[in-house]
């Protein structure tokens, strides 16, 4: 690859910084249980219970990783979750699966849930041997409270691949000194290549509002990594396809920002964490 530039000038350890996102550029669709997909049919077997929202109250400290200020009282019904993403390892090779796991499913509590870092739905990640699903649940209707714009519009993908570089509060040391950029600035360098706002897997994250901050993994101490992107809004950055639908999902979480899911890059399935941006 090319030594990459900064104002002109070659900046040691800035190739090492870029990571090829898949951008996912969802599109309203029909999709199968049996493919990937936003907000489609799961492929969840009928004799497994189709899942509850872990942000109980008492909290239940393994279901779930922040620190809840409150929760679905456990002497009531807990909602069930809803069906938010499904990724194949067939068709995403670069997501992290567990061994002898070859699909990946999101689901969502689809209410506001607070924590000091995360104010959305609550999100279950459920890895499976497709191989091992014989009948297909029917999927419950969505609970009644839930909130209508923590619920997507089915949608397929036609995935593209984008080299990202990282917004400055996730500069390493070493490259924040080699760009002479003072401890404690906030702001990317002037001319920095912008990081829009998409769904994709992998890359960095457009941090916009917030910065990073408590991504530690709970079980081991590995920094967490951007593994997940869903957006509100699809900007028409970077990669150049054509963005026919600005918000093709048709849901909006807090301040239209994006849902991040950060995973431990030691094993995936340490407790991940989420952050919405
Ligand atoms: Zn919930
Ligand atoms: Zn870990
Ligand atoms: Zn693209």
């Keep these: 690859m090319r030594q990459l530039t900064y104002d002109g000038m070659p ?22 249980p049996d493919e990937s997909h936003l907000g489609g049919p799961l492929l969840w077997p009928s004799d497994e219970p189709w899942p509850e929202c872990p942000v109980t109250w008492p909290p239940d400290p ?37 061994e002898g796991t070859d699909v990946l499913q999101i689901l969502f509590c689809p209410m506001e849930h607070d924590s000091p870092r995360h104010q959305g739905p609550a999100v279950r990640l459920v890895w499976r041997d497709s191989g091992e699903v014989e009948h297909i649940a029917d999927p419950p209707p969505a609970p009644e409270e839930a909130d209508a714009a923590l619920l997507p519009v089915p949608c397929v993908f036609e995935p593209c691949s984008i080299d990202e570089l990282p917004r400055l509060c996730d500069f390493p040391p070493e490259t924040r000194a080699a ?4 401890e404690g600035a906030g702001d990317d360098p002037e001319g920095w290549p912008e990081l829009g706002q998409y769904s994709k897997i992998g890359g960095w994250t457009a941090w916009s509002a917030t910065e990073r ?3 530690d993994c709970r079980e081991c101490g590995a920094e967490l990594r951007q593994t997940i992107a869903l957006a509100t809004e699809e900007h028409e950055v970077g990669c150049g396809c054509e963005v026919t639908e600005g918000e093709p999902a048709g849901w909006s979480f807090h301040r239209r920002g994006v849902l991040n899911v950060f995973t431990c890059p030691a094993d995936v399935t340490h407790p991940f964490k989420v952050r919405i941006d």
């Design 179 to 182: 760009l002479g950029i003072p």
């Design 62 to 98: 393994d279901a779930s990783d922040d620190a809840w200020k409150s929760g679905h009282r456990l002497d009531g019904p807990v909602p069930v979750m809803v069906s938010a993403a499904q990724f194949f390892r067939g068709d995403f090779p670069e997501l992290p699966f567990p």
């Design 11 to 32: 900046i040691p350890g800035l190739n090492d910084l870029v990571r090829t996102a898949i951008r996912l550029h969802p599109a309203p669709g029909e999709p199968r």
């Design 213 to 215: 901050a408590d991504l």
